[in-house]
Structures are given as structure tokens and as C-alpha cells.
């Protein structure tokens, strides 16, 4: 692991980081699991607590056709049907007590919510289509044959640039991280990893807003 920033940070953590009109930035400590952990620190023109209303929650547990059975399956991903709306489109294909397999053909962008995943992280395989992942980190470009990670917790919306878009979706209920065998004790990607740091593309575009509103979010919690 290495430190990486975007936008201007305070010399020092956890000390006062202001404005150029004199006011406070807001400083929030993020972890996937717990503060002993790998963590950013985020700074925020408004309170990341300002919450106006909680909506009343609804299932989208998906409904389990056969359970405990070991059977050979072959699924035709490519026919899943197509929607406008993202989190409408994601179709449950598979699930266990680890992870959840989904696929999903969007057409539209996300434009309207904010999505966030609280109980597991998300890997996205580009099989069509092209666009970005916009999250509170930043945003990554991404297109055909990319996996997109999304750590739990994470604030995002995804921006594609056509409807022709097709995805294959893992939720993990555990940290989607590099394997501990193809990294040495520093955290450096050994020769022997079938893929390393320069494989991987961080956020490079920061984008701050300071809009007073209202804007919704879904979040996903069981």
C-alpha cells in the first residue's frame, strides 16, 4: 500500500483545515473495517451528517428459486434484459453466505440518486460499454474488459457513454483485497502476481461540489 491524494489536504491529520472564506472543512475518517484498518481521510464542505428524512425500507432480497442443490448450470448472462435505471437493471443470478453474483444491462446513467453498498464490496467486469465511476475519492474512466472495485461503503453513481452497456457484478461480503501470496511484507505486488500496481488505475479526477439541496441515496444494508 502506498499514500495517494487528490485536491489540497492539510499538513497534518485531525487539525483544523479551513476554508478560504475562514470556514471549517469537515474531516471524516472512512474505513471498511474499523479505524485499525486501511482507512481515508475525507474532507467535506457540509457536514457528511446532514440527513433531512430516512425513508421507510423495502426488500431486495432476491428471491431464492433452489436452494442446497449441487447442479451443473448454464446461465445466458448476455440475455438478461435491459433497463434504464441502474440499480433496477442488477439481476441476482447466484448467492451465498460469501457473495452475491448479479448481472445487469443499463442503459441510462445514474443522474437522479447517489447508490451505496453497506455490507460488501463490489466488483464490476466491463463486458460492454464504457464511461466512468464517480465516488466520493474521485472518478476512474473505465471501459471494456476493466474490473471496477468499489470498497463497501463507498458513495458512487456510474456514468456510462451510450445505452449498449453489459455488467457482471460480484458483491463480497469479505475485503476485496490483493491475495497475501503475491505480496511481499510491505505490501508490494511480488514478479510472481499475475498482475501488478501498474495494472491498477486510482481515481484522477476530483470533483468537489458545494450545491445546497436536497439529494437522494440508496443505500443497501441488510
Avoid: W
Wanted: proline share 6%; glycine share 6%; aromatic share 12%.
Amino acid at each position: 500500500m502506498h499514500y495517494y491524494s487528490l485536491g489540497q489536504v492539510p499538513a497534518k491529520r485531525h487539525t483544523q483545515f479551513r476554508k478560504p472564506n475562514g470556514e471549517l472543512y469537515h474531516e471524516e475518517l472512512f474505513s471498511t473495517e474499523g479505524f485499525s484498518d486501511l482507512s481515508s481521510l475525507l474532507y467535506h464542505c457540509n457536514p457528511p451528517t446532514q440527513i433531512v428524512q430516512v425513508g421507510e425500507p423495502f426488500s431486495v432480497a432476491p428471491k431464492i428459486v433452489e436452494d442446497k442443490q449441487l447442479k451443473h448450470r448454464s446461465l445466458k448472462g448476455f440475455n438478461v434484459k435491459p433497463e434504464d435505471d441502474y440499480l433496477r437493471s442488477r439481476k441476482t443470478v447466484l448467492a451465498n453466505d460469501d457473495c452475491k453474483i448479479i448481472l445487469a444491462a443499463p442503459r441510462k446513467s445514474m443522474t437522479e440518486y447517489f447508490f451505496k453498498n453497506a455490507d460488501a464490496d463490489e466488483v464490476i467486469f466491463i463486458h460492454k460499454g464504457n464511461g466512468r465511476l464517480k465516488t466520493m475519492y474521485g472518478n476512474v474512466e473505465f471501459e471494456y474488459g476493466d474490473y471496477v472495485v468499489v470498497p463497501r461503503g463507498t458513495i458512487y453513481q456510474l456514468e456510462f457513454d451510450n445505452e449498449n452497456n453489459r455488467l457482471f457484478i460480484v458483491e463480497s461480503y469479505s475485503p476485496v483485497i490483493t491475495p497475501k501470496r503475491y505480496r511481499n511484507e510491505f505490501g508490494q505486488l511480488m514478479e510472481h502476481s499475475p498482475f501488478c500496481e501498474r495494472d491498477i488505475r486510482k481515481p484522477g479526477e476530483l470533483e468537489t461540489h458545494d450545491e445546497q439541496g436536497q439529494f437522494l441515496f440508496y443505500i443497501k444494508k441488510q
